[in-house]
């Protein structure tokens, strides 16, 4: 099934996420952090790119972007210089990222305030620590104002950085909700595999349209939530909805 071509918002701002190749860790000490974040910081200034925020995880990272149409021309260049230096470091061969990157188009304020709160809050979701003590995400450059992330667009938006932090360490009424009762992600994951017959469920937006339709349909029987089923493929929630009642709409 071909690819379909990426679509670029209005606005010019994405969620960006870049995964290891096959889940593999891409950052095996801080060294290979601090280089990662020395090449973003590189190339955003060559192409003139905002990072409004970030997050380094073991085998995959989060970047909120105001890029516009020079987003895969970064993301081609931070790869390959990251890249060549990871495998020179570890004298290895081969890819490091997975191909297809993920891109979700953000073309409101308040979705933008989500996506960072998500963004930011990830090391405390995946039960590693607290927002406030991760070292690798664009916290710390919202607490003390220094760094090359612009997050002051995003505290403009909310009031001011205070604001903005009471915001990002709320805890997602919503999001608790949807997700009470659902099997843990690794299950899930599981869960997807058996169903579309996938090694990596982020392939699911892929299949042709009555086959993804129907795995999402028995993703939901077995008890996966739509957050939960957004996060693990990457397919929008509203789309994810309109799946699960397929005589809703178009999916």
Request: hydrophobic share 35%.
């Amino acid at each position: 099934m071909p690819r379909r071509n990426r679509q670029f918002c209005d606005s010019g701002c994405y969620h960006i996420i870049t995964r290891g190749v096959n889940r593999q860790e891409i950052f095996h000490d801080d060294m290979d952090r601090f280089k990662y974040l020395d090449t973003l910081q590189r190339f955003t200034l060559e192409l003139d790119v905002d990072v409004l925020a970030y997050c380094l995880m073991d085998n995959h990272v989060h970047l909120l972007v105001q890029a516009g149409d020079v987003l895969p021309m970064l993301i081609k260049k931070i790869a390959s210089s990251y890249v060549y230096y990871f495998n020179h470091k570890y004298d290895r061969i081969g890819h490091l990222f997975q191909d297809r990157y993920h891109s979700k188009p953000i073309e409101n304020e308040s979705y933008l305030l989500t996506a960072a709160r998500y963004i930011l809050r990830n090391p405390e979701k995946a039960g590693v620590c607290p927002v406030q003590e991760y070292l690798w995400s664009s916290w710390h450059e919202l607490e003390s104002g220094e760094g090359f992330c612009k997050t002051q667009l995003l505290c403009d938006i909310i009031g001011d950085t205070q604001a903005l932090k009471a915001f990002i360490l709320a805890e997602d009424e919503s999001d608790t909700a949807d997700d009470r009762g659902a099997p843990k992600d690794a299950s899930a994951l599981n869960i997807l595999k058996r169903i579309s017959g996938l090694e990596n469920p982020e392939d699911i937006p892929k299949l042709p349209r009555r086959k993804r339709v129907a795995v999402i349909v028995e993703a939901k029987k077995a008890g996966l939530t739509i957050r939960q089923l957004s996060r693990l493929t990457g397919l929008n929630r509203n789309t994810i909805q309109r799946m699960s009642h397929p005589g809703t709409g178009s999916c």
